[in-house]
């Protein structure tokens, strides 16, 4: 006799989804910070600093993959409990301050980096590929994808708080001593989540080795997987590249750094707040619909910042929170969906590799947000920018037109790629 499926109510739920709080603990730190830090604190030009980005960014990629196939073999929660303090550790030593010059200094940042990418992949992709044992229908998969997207929103207002008291402190040694309680709290919460007991059985382990043949029939008989894809990386090019350009935008164009910190914590409020008015047009109108308005409204904020170049804290805030807001949208469409596309929009015959196909997804959004925000800094520093100093006119047209114009054509390709998503029968369950 089968055993029966322990329901999912909102404790596991609320318990599961702590781990991606865990996870944009990290996350969140290294969009808002690390391409600053890099230029600002260390020295680093733009254009090597975005060099250093999108090589970490590849490798994450390259790396998750290779972890997706480990994962698919053996216990994806074993993979988050056994990487979860050596990520702890790694994710302190990017931000350390290093006595170091030219060279030596970029390498050391992207050894950091690269070291740090692959024990992040080696936690984050087995944890959402979890959701697959963890939530048994699509309805308890909508609600976990909500949760951990205002559990993440949450996250990132605490990294952009915190670490901007810890800067204060301490200009140079802050990002340092922010990453410190930051990296403590998410391993305890990685380790509570790592031992969580799925709901269902999982996929059994490939019985044959994996031929690359076999993935790519898998992934081309899989539409809903292309689509979904290409819709998110136009979402994560989008707000890679105004993430990161904040910083910058507050320092040189507002003229208050302080004033980035403040903006990076309301977008986070905003996204938590925007989070279940998605839900709520999710169950009324179907994914499709939620993402395409989703898609508009961050559309038309980028497009306000490119006409508008607000100078003042006060609409440019308003502009960035538009933005989360609606970019928010398209990630929680992104994480309600993906479990549901894995497990259902391929061959009902396919061979199965949740796991793997999860690390695909990742792979394409971390090459698309490393060349994104290469593009950016190489653009940039190709303006004229000199960090510290006094922009020029010229630079600072520059920094608002690259930081609009690029997120506002990735944002189109993500709202065209949901247009030709197929109306399979979970998307509006």
């Given at each position: 006799?089968?055993?029966?499926?322990?329901?999912?109510?909102?404790?596991?739920?609320?318990l599961?989804?702590?781990?991606?709080?865990?996870?944009?603990?990290?996350?969140?730190?290294?969009?808002?910070?690390?391409?600053?830090?890099?230029?600002?604190?260390?020295?680093?030009?733009?254009?090597?600093?975005?060099?250093?980005?999108?090589?970490?960014?590849?490798?994450?990629?390259?790396?998750?993959?290779?972890?997706?196939?480990?994962?698919?073999?053996?216990?994806?929660?074993?993979?988050?409990?056994?990487?979860?303090?050596?990520?702890?550790?790694a994710?302190?030593?990017?931000?350390?301050?290093?006595?170091?010059t030219?060279a030596?200094?970029?390498?050391?940042?992207?050894?950091?980096?690269?070291?740090?990418?692959?024990?992040?992949?080696?936690?984050?992709?087995?944890?959402?590929?979890?959701?697959?044992?963890?939530?048994?229908?699509?309805?308890?998969?909508?609600?976990?994808?909500?949760?951990?997207?205002?559990?993440?929103?949450?996250?990132?207002?605490?990294?952009?708080?915190?670490?901007?008291?810890?800067?204060?402190?301490?200009?140079?040694?802050?990002?340092?001593?922010?990453?410190?309680?930051?990296?403590?709290?998410?391993t305890?919460?990685?380790?509570?989540?790592?031992?969580?007991r799925?709901?269902?059985?999982?996929?059994?382990?490939?019985s044959?080795?994996?031929?690359?043949?076999?993935?790519?029939?898998?992934?081309?008989?899989?539409?809903?997987?292309?689509?979904?894809?290409?819709?998110?990386?136009?979402?994560?090019?989008?707000?890679?590249?105004?993430?990161?350009?904040?910083?910058?935008?507050?320092?040189?164009?507002?003229?208050?750094?302080?004033?980035?910190?403040?903006?990076?914590?309301?977008?986070?409020?905003?996204?938590?707040?925007?989070?279940?008015?998605?839900?709520?047009?999710?169950a009324?109108?179907?994914?499709?619909?939620?993402?395409?308005?989703?898609?508009?409204?961050?559309?038309?904020?980028?497009?306000?910042?490119?006409?508008?170049?607000?100078?003042a804290?006060?609409?440019?805030?308003?502009?960035?929170?538009?933005?989360?807001?609606?970019?928010?949208?398209?990630?929680?469409?992104?994480?309600?969906?993906?479990?549901?596309?894995?497990?259902?929009?391929g061959?009902?015959?396919?061979?199965?590799?949740?796991?793997?196909?999860?690390?695909?997804?990742?792979?394409?959004?971390?090459?698309?947000?490393?060349?994104?925000?290469?593009?950016?800094?190489?653009?940039?520093?190709?303006?004229?920018?000199?960090?510290?100093?006094?922009?020029?006119?010229?630079?600072?047209?520059?920094?608002v037109?690259?930081?609009?114009g690029?997120?506002?054509?990735?944002?189109?390709?993500?709202?065209?790629?949901?247009?030709?998503?197929?109306?399979?029968?979970?998307d509006?369950?």
């Amino acid at each position: 006799m089968q055993a029966a499926i322990p329901r999912l109510g909102w404790g596991r739920s609320l318990l599961f989804a702590s781990g991606d709080f865990a996870c944009n603990l990290y996350w969140q730190s290294i969009t808002f910070y690390l391409l600053f830090f890099y230029t600002d604190t260390l020295g680093l030009s733009a254009a090597v600093a975005g060099a250093v980005t999108m090589v970490a960014f590849i490798w994450d990629g390259i790396a998750g993959v290779a972890v997706g196939i480990a994962a698919d073999r053996r216990s994806p929660a074993g993979f988050v409990r056994l990487n979860a303090v050596p990520l702890a550790l790694a994710f302190v030593l990017i931000y350390l301050p290093v006595p170091l010059t030219g060279a030596w200094l970029a390498a050391f940042a992207l050894i950091a980096h690269m070291a740090f990418r692959t024990l992040y992949v080696a936690v984050n992709v087995p944890y959402a590929a979890l959701t697959v044992g963890i939530a048994p229908d699509s309805i308890s998969r909508s609600r976990i994808a909500g949760l951990r997207m205002i559990l993440g929103a949450s996250a990132a207002l605490l990294v952009a708080l915190g670490t901007q008291a810890w800067i204060a402190a301490s200009p140079r040694f802050g990002y340092a001593l922010a990453a410190i309680p930051f990296a403590i709290a998410g391993t305890l919460l990685l380790i509570v989540v790592g031992n969580m007991r799925a709901t269902r059985p999982t996929a059994l382990p490939p019985s044959k080795p994996l031929h690359l043949k076999t993935l790519l029939m898998v992934i081309a008989d899989n539409r809903a997987f292309l689509l979904l894809n290409l819709g998110i990386c136009g979402a994560v090019a989008s707000m890679a590249v105004l993430t990161r350009a904040i910083p910058y935008y507050f320092k040189y164009v507002v003229g208050d750094a302080a004033g980035a910190s403040t903006a990076l914590a309301m977008m986070s409020v905003a996204g938590v707040v925007a989070i279940p008015v998605w839900m709520m047009c999710a169950a009324r109108f179907g994914h499709r619909i939620q993402w395409l308005v989703s898609a508009s409204v961050a559309g038309l904020a980028l497009l306000a910042l490119l006409l508008l170049r607000p100078s003042a804290a006060l609409p440019a805030n308003i502009v960035f929170i538009l933005f989360q807001a609606g970019g928010q949208g398209l990630f929680f469409g992104f994480w309600a969906l993906i479990p549901d596309v894995v497990e259902h929009g391929g061959r009902p015959d396919a061979p199965r590799m949740d796991v793997l196909l999860f690390a695909i997804a990742a792979l394409l959004q971390k090459v698309t947000q490393g060349v994104a925000v290469a593009i950016f800094g190489a653009l940039l520093s190709a303006s004229g920018y000199v960090a510290g100093t006094a922009q020029t006119p010229n630079v600072l047209t520059a920094l608002v037109v690259l930081a609009s114009g690029i997120p506002l054509a990735a944002m189109a390709i993500a709202g065209m790629a949901m247009i030709g998503f197929p109306s399979f029968r979970l998307d509006k369950a």
